[in-house]
């Protein structure tokens, strides 16, 4: 838990490090592994995996060490090594995943091992259909084509997302594609916009095979866990072509560096063209994280006006309008979408907002209270009982805010917001003593917030700033 709340890789290392001296587990080491690994820094992450000499153990965590140790092999640049141990690790403990990762890493160093190696794989499921269709498309394969589009097609349900099944059909039977693309719809917008422009992009003849190869590779690297490799290799296709927007889709999908010089931000300002609905949408996601909530409320309702049936565009807007502080123009959103589709976080949201536009208005905020108790009837969500349990308090019900607040917290414990509320609802009932405590919780959890979070806003440090103010004698 503390680890997992370090606000840097050195701290979480020294947490870690702590641990493990007096709980030693094999779960830490991979911790620590996986740390060294996201900083960067391959070689000390090998060096611990050598040094905990597990490598002939075939246990689940020996397992997870040692995909760790191909995964630092692999983003270090010793791909050799890599599908080295991958080939001793099926050499020891045979089994599926080890062949898929062994197969994927070979793709480039060594095709035609590769091919033969999937060849030889029994059972063969949807995993191993991609993986010789990726091939294909690498290599130019007609014959592998078809036979891992027959074994694709044959399987019938994958329990995979469809757009896998769009990147198989262009490959494997490119007339079946459109069918595939209708099927897309599920995986959200941005595939079906990317899926859209790729099948424009074959009916103009301006899509050659070898690069649906790599695509699927990079989308099959993502899925077995090589996720920095499945970003790369998503980033050089986009930069060979910067009128692909699947690779951008790739790169926004499960995006968490969204910094201005990381792979998301610098695949946008790549693509082409730089006003499709993908790259606004991505714009507006990088702009709210980077604190421009007013220029995130311009790209969502640019998005929401071109896509009126998609509820999730004025939905963002909405979230980017109060943020941008534009109170007024987010209710208006908030209230519009509850009576469309009753969704309860639309009622909780613009409770909320009431909250803040009229904190003295008894009539506003029984509107209000109303709205955030259908919302927490909808479900006992933490979110909704904090603005349950704080409409409450702004009306001089503390003794029913408490009820709400102290749910609230036990469900948002790192939440300053939810703290702070809980303080002043305890004062009112004349627990000095709890409310002290939760203000000085406020104050550390917001200010760890601010730290870590440059983009946490302003209402986090006014959170800050009012506890600070509410412990002063």
Same mark, same amino acid.
């Given at each position: 838990?503390?680890?997992?709340?370090?606000?840097?890789?050195?701290?979480?290392?020294?947490?870690?490090?702590?641990?493990?001296?007096?709980?030693?587990?094999?779960?830490?080491?991979?911790?620590?592994?996986?740390?060294?690994?996201?900083?960067?820094?391959?070689?000390?992450?090998?060096?611990?995996?050598?040094?905990?000499?597990?490598?002939?153990?075939?246990?689940?965590?020996?397992?997870?060490?040692?995909?760790?140790?191909?995964?630092?092999?692999?983003?270090?640049?010793?791909?050799?090594?890599?599908?080295?141990?991958?080939?001793?690790?099926?050499?020891?403990?045979?089994?599926?995943?080890?062949?898929?990762?062994?197969?994927?890493?070979?793709?480039?160093?060594?095709?035609?091992?590769?091919?033969?190696?999937?060849?030889?794989?029994?059972? *063969? %499921?949807?995993?191993? !259909?991609?993986? $010789?269709?990726?091939?294909?498309? +690498?290599?130019?394969? =007609? &014959? #592998?084509?078809? /036979?891992?589009?027959?074994?694709?097609?044959?399987?019938?349900?994958?329990?995979?997302?469809?757009?896998?099944?769009?990147?198989?059909?262009?490959?494997?039977?490119?007339?079946?594609? *459109? %069918?595939?693309?209708? !099927?897309?719809? $599920?995986?959200?917008?941005?595939? +079906?916009?990317?899926? =859209? &422009? #790729?099948?424009? /992009?074959?009916?103009?003849?301006?899509?050659?095979?070898?690069?649906?190869?790599?695509?699927?590779?990079?989308?099959?690297?993502?899925?077995?866990?090589?996720?920095?490799?499945?970003?790369?290799?998503?980033?050089? !296709?986009?930069?060979?072509?910067?009128?692909?927007?699947?690779?951008?889709?790739?790169?926004?999908?499960?995006?968490?560096?969204?910094?201005?010089?990381?792979?998301?931000?610098?695949?946008?300002?790549?693509?082409?063209?730089?006003?499709?609905?993908?790259?606004?949408?991505?714009?507006?996601?990088?702009?709210?994280?980077?604190?421009?909530?007013?220029?995130?409320?311009?790209?969502?309702?640019?998005?929401?006006?071109?896509?009126?049936?998609?509820?999730?565009?004025?939905?963002?807007?909405?979230?980017?309008?109060?943020?941008?502080?534009?109170?007024?123009?987010?209710?208006?959103?908030?209230?519009?979408?509850?009576?469309?589709?009753?969704?309860?976080?639309?009622?909780?949201?613009?409770?909320?907002?009431?909250?803040?536009?009229?904190?003295?208005?008894?009539?506003?905020?029984?509107?209000?209270?109303?709205?955030?108790?259908?919302?927490?009837?909808?479900?006992?969500?933490?979110?909704?009982?904090?603005?349950?349990?704080?409409?409450?308090?702004?009306?001089?019900?503390?003794?029913?805010?408490?009820?709400?607040?102290?749910?609230?917290?036990?469900?948002?414990?790192?939440?300053?917001?939810?703290?702070?509320?809980?303080?002043?609802?305890?004062?009112?009932?004349?627990?000095?003593?709890?409310?002290?405590?939760?203000?000085?919780?406020?104050?550390?959890?917001?200010?760890?917030?601010?730290?870590?979070?440059?983009?946490?806003?302003?209402?986090?440090?006014?959170?800050?700033?009012?506890?600070?103010?509410?412990?002063?004698?």
């Amino acid at each position: 838990m503390l680890a997992a709340l370090a606000a840097t890789s050195d701290e979480r290392l020294a947490i870690l490090r702590q641990l493990a001296q007096t709980h030693p587990q094999a779960s830490l080491a991979g911790a620590e592994m996986g740390t060294l690994i996201g900083a960067g820094r391959f070689e000390d992450a090998l060096t611990l995996y050598r040094s905990l000499g597990s490598e002939g153990d075939d246990s689940a965590a020996s397992q997870t060490m040692a995909l760790l140790a191909t995964q630092a092999l692999f983003e270090s640049g010793d791909a050799e090594g890599a599908i080295d141990l991958c080939l001793r690790r099926m050499g020891q403990a045979p089994s599926p995943g080890w062949t898929r990762l062994a197969v994927l890493l070979m793709m480039d160093a060594r095709p035609r091992a590769a091919v033969e190696l999937l060849e030889r794989t029994e059972p *063969a %499921g949807p995993v191993e !259909a991609l993986l $010789g269709l990726a091939l294909a498309g +690498l290599n130019g394969d =007609e &014959a #592998l084509a078809r /036979d891992a589009w027959a074994r694709w097609v044959g399987l019938g349900e994958t329990g995979l997302p469809p757009r896998y099944g769009l990147l198989a059909a262009l490959i494997g039977q490119p007339d079946q594609a *459109a %069918g595939a693309l209708a !099927a897309c719809e $599920g995986d959200g917008y941005p595939w +079906l916009w990317a899926g =859209e &422009a #790729l099948l424009e /992009d074959q009916r103009q003849q301006r899509l050659e095979r070898a690069e649906l190869g790599r695509l699927l590779r990079a989308m099959l690297a993502g899925q077995m866990g090589l996720r920095s490799a499945g970003r790369d290799w998503a980033s050089e !296709a986009l930069q060979a072509r910067p009128a692909c927007q699947w690779a951008l889709a790739m790169l926004y999908d499960g995006a968490t560096d969204l910094s201005a010089e990381g792979p998301l931000a610098r695949g946008v300002a790549q693509v082409e063209p730089a006003d499709g609905p993908l790259a606004q949408a991505v714009r507006a996601v990088l702009a709210q994280a980077h604190g421009a909530h007013a220029e995130a409320v311009e790209l969502y309702a640019a998005l929401a006006r071109r896509y009126p049936e998609q509820m999730a565009f004025r939905m963002a807007q909405a979230d980017a309008a109060e943020k941008a502080g534009q109170l007024e123009q987010a209710l208006g959103l908030y209230q519009a979408l509850w009576q469309q589709t009753a969704h309860p976080v639309t009622a909780n949201n613009a409770a909320y907002v009431l909250s803040q536009l009229y904190p003295h208005d008894p009539a506003r905020l029984a509107e209000a209270q109303e709205l955030a108790d259908k919302a927490c009837q909808a479900a006992r969500s933490p979110m909704f009982l904090d603005t349950a349990g704080w409409i409450a308090q702004l009306r001089g019900e503390s003794d029913q805010a408490r009820l709400y607040l102290r749910q609230a917290v036990r469900g948002l414990p790192q939440s300053p917001d939810v703290h702070y509320h809980l303080a002043l609802a305890e004062a009112a009932g004349g627990s000095e003593a709890v409310a002290a405590w939760h203000l000085q919780a406020a104050i550390d959890l917001g200010e760890r917030l601010l730290e870590s979070d440059p983009t946490a806003g302003e209402a986090t440090a006014e959170i800050v700033r009012l506890a600070r103010q509410a412990l002063q004698p």
